[in-house]
């Protein structure tokens, strides 16, 4: 799995066979009995270039999700190995901090709790963390992250706002639309960096994280569509004005199908009864 990876990413045999410190020959081997194990063409092999077949890609998002349950088994096999029981949990910086922080207490005080150790990051990055191993639970946030294949109790859903610098023409108004919003050519909406680390095309400044995004707002650079409890962490420089047809934002909390940790299951029993 680990070899097709490779060579379906990089589609060609020799950058593939270099990014796994490897010959060449013994990787062409391994496509071609892989394939005749499944009976499917994986790869059309042309003179100048490889490309995935229907089949192909079909077991290149199946594979990358075998691989990341194999890094997840080893990652939380070895936690389960330390001296000192504890579980991780991942979620974005600057989101839901209310709730977390009483959530946090509140686990602290149950009987046999154990130690949540807090791993904040960058946005969608807490589902990946949850699918790889990293994370034993999670909060996300429907509908801007994925909630595919873990099992979920949702614990608060809010509506939408939107943030702009304090003085600014419209930060009086009641309400604006999400139209409205897109077409503030004073104020580009922010560009957040796809999966790859790339950022899509547009005027909005780069932005990385929450503490950056409030700043460049307070300086009018931006403004951004953000949950409606973010009014806890702005100061006099912003100015909040409802996106009434704006998505509502749903916080979950998230965690393995097949997790079977007893301090997770009381974590999650916490932030239900919150």
């Known amino acids: 799995m680990r070899y097709f990876v490779a060579v379906a990413e990089e589609l060609h045999f020799g950058r593939a066979a270099q990014r796994l410190a490897m010959a060449q020959p013994p990787l062409s081997r391994a496509i071609q ?20 077949t229907e089949a192909g890609a079909v077991l290149l998002r199946e594979a990358r999700a075998v691989l990341d349950a194999v890094d997840a088994a080893e ?27 009483k959530l946090l207490d509140a686990y602290a005080a149950e009987p046999g ?12 990055e807490q589902e990946r963390l949850l699918r790889d191993g990293r994370a034993d639970v999670a909060l996300l946030h429907r509908p801007f992250d994925t909630t595919a294949g873990f099992d979920t109790e949702d614990l608060h859903t809010e509506q939408q706002v939107v943030v702009l610098p304090a003085g600014h ?29 790339s950022y899509p095309d547009g005027p909005g400044p780069r932005v990385r994280d929450h503490t950056q995004l409030t700043q460049l ?11 409606e409890s973010v ?25 393995p199908p097949h997790s079977r940790s007893k301090a997770v299951a009381d974590l999650v029993r916490t932030a239900v009864r919150l």
């Open 33 to 52: 009995q892989l394939e005749r194990r499944l009976g499917v063409v994986l790869l059309h092999r042309g003179s100048r270039a490889i490309t995935l």
């Open 75 to 101: 990652r939380r096999t070895r936690r389960a190995a330390a001296d000192r029981p504890g579980i991780v949990l991942a979620t974005k910086a600057g989101a839901s901090s209310e709730l977390l922080a």
């Open 113 to 124: 709790a154990v130690a949540v150790e807090v791993m904040l990051c960058g946005p969608g």
């Open 169 to 197: 023409s419209l930060a009086d108004r009641a309400q604006m639309s999400l139209a409205e919003v897109s077409v503030l050519t004073d104020l580009p909406l922010p560009r957040w960096p796809r999966r790859d680390g």
């Open 217 to 227: 707002i307070a300086l009018g650079r931006t403004c951004a569509v953000m949950p």
């Open 231 to 255: 009014r806890t962490h702005l100061h006099d420089k912003h100015a909040v004005v409802p996106v009434p047809d704006a998505p509502a934002v749903t916080t979950v909390i998230a965690w």
